[in-house]
């Protein structure tokens, strides 16, 4: 990951969301992750008991691109990735429950499977293109020769 300027987008805006549950005590939000101009559907789990602050959440991210690992289909999924990361989570605090608890474990698993339909179905970021779309202009034009004499576009 690449070091970031202030003035650039954060790479989580949880304002901005295709979709946002709870379950089990834990908050998912279907929202995008943001790499530089690139964007990709993601999941954000956060514990549902704390309030969401920029300074002290850490919130839990599962890309499309990897999200295939947690899937409970054992042709598709990865149990043992998914049974390792998710021991991480919970041992780093990160989600409530224990990381020694397979109960726990099953339980974020429950969470994340389902909301994957709901993440695979996602669709681009809206806002990925709108700093670059034009939502204002403006053109000066003679009336006598139909000469632009000044134009100009106003981009967000």
Do not use: Y
Not at 32 to 54: D, M
Not at 56 to 61: E, H, L, N
Not at 64 to 73: M, N, V
Not at 122 to 140: S, T
Request: glycine share 6%; charged share 25%; proline share 6%.
């Amino acid at each position: 990951m690449t070091q970031r300027l202030i003035t650039e987008r954060p790479a989580l805006d949880l304002s901005r969301f295709a979709f946002k549950r709870e379950k089990h005590g834990i908050t998912v939000f279907g929202t995008w992750f943001f790499e530089g101009r690139r964007s990709e559907p993601c999941l954000v789990l956060l514990p549902a008991n704390k309030k969401i602050s920029r300074l002290t959440s850490t919130p839990v991210v599962v890309p499309l691109s990897t999200a295939w690992i947690f899937a409970e289909h054992d042709d598709v999924g990865d149990p043992v990735e998914a049974s390792r990361t998710i021991r991480e989570w919970l041992a780093a605090g990160l989600l409530p429950g224990s990381a020694a608890q397979v109960s726990d474990r099953v339980r974020v698993l429950d969470v994340i499977n389902d909301n994957l339909r709901d993440l695979i179905m996602m669709p681009p970021a809206p806002f990925k293109a709108i700093k670059d779309q034009i939502v204002g202009e403006a053109q000066v034009v003679d009336k006598n020769t139909g000469r632009v004499l000044f134009h100009s576009e106003v981009r967000h």
